[in-house]
């Protein structure tokens, strides 16, 4: 059971942070985050198959610009079973122009692996997650059977869909007091107690509406800070594996602290 992050707006200072270390409840084996500097610029990436409360520390100049900026995902890893846990197999993932993380299980993917790649492709194909990426290419889920909560950038924009997977989407203003700082941000995420207890620590006043999210229907979060809904998405959710996995135990937030690590960086 993994985390899935999107963003489209400005972030508080430090809150960033602040929400990974709260997904890594639900997974450890991997921590990683995309987000674009500019609206038109390319997209920046990194993972690793850490802890966020490693992570934050470690890559915190990466964090700090990822929070600077206006789009992003990010993703907490609880590896599917016998996929191997190392800093390849930890999301976002890219294929082409897309950007993609994801929560949940593909338990056709040794099929969709040998259908969707080239033979000289396949080997690189180690996790079930990696197979979505021609699929989300054409905005057709329906040969992958599972269970989705994804997200993802391509074409300028923020995306999300889910199918028998959890998913939040919340439109949240912020407002910083002391130094009057303030902004509208959209925030989709596996759980709504994962953005609670990010924004709680932060010293700001906060309030939320939320979106009711359908299964199965392609949303873009706009950049004018509204969900935009682009119809259905094909799914096949058929014969999910592990639908109903139990959570793991809730851990403590973290008091962060960020050093001077380089930036990582990627580009697409």
Request: include cysteine; proline fraction near 3%; charged fraction near 20%.
């Amino acid at each position: 059971m993994c985390t899935v992050l999107a963003w489209q707006g400005q972030l508080p200072p430090n809150s960033l942070s602040n929400l990974l270390v709260a997904a890594q409840c639900r997974g450890t084996d991997g921590t990683g985050l995309a987000w674009r500097e500019t609206k038109s610029g390319p997209v920046n990436y990194d993972k690793c198959s850490i802890p966020a409360s490693e992570y934050v520390v470690c890559r915190a100049k990466m964090v700090t610009a990822a929070n600077a900026s206006l789009s992003g995902i990010g993703h907490c890893r609880n590896a599917s079973r016998n996929m191997p846990v190392d800093s390849n197999n930890s999301h976002p993932f890219i294929w082409k122009n897309i950007v993609y993380a994801h929560n949940g299980a593909v338990k056709n993917w040794r099929q969709l692996r040998s259908t969707l790649f080239a033979k000289a492709m396949q080997d690189s194909i180690t996790t079930d997650s990696m197979t979505l990426g021609p699929l989300l290419e054409f905005r057709d889920l329906s040969q992958a059977v599972g269970s989705f909560g994804l997200v993802w950038m391509a074409h300028k924009s923020v995306w999300v869909t889910h199918s028998e997977k959890e998913l939040e989407t919340v439109q949240l203003k912020w407002e910083d007091k002391k130094d009057g700082s303030s902004g509208n941000v959209l925030i989709a995420c596996s759980t709504l107690a994962i953005i609670e207890k990010a924004f709680d620590l932060l010293d700001i006043e906060y309030s939320y509406s939320r979106y009711d999210l359908e299964e199965g229907i392609l949303y873009e979060l706009g950049v004018d800070g509204d969900l935009l809904s682009h119809g259905d998405i094909p799914i096949n959710s058929s014969n999910e594996a592990d639908a109903h996995s139990s959570k793991t135990n809730e851990k403590a937030l973290l008091q962060l602290e960020l050093d001077n690590s380089q930036i990582g960086e990627g580009y697409v």
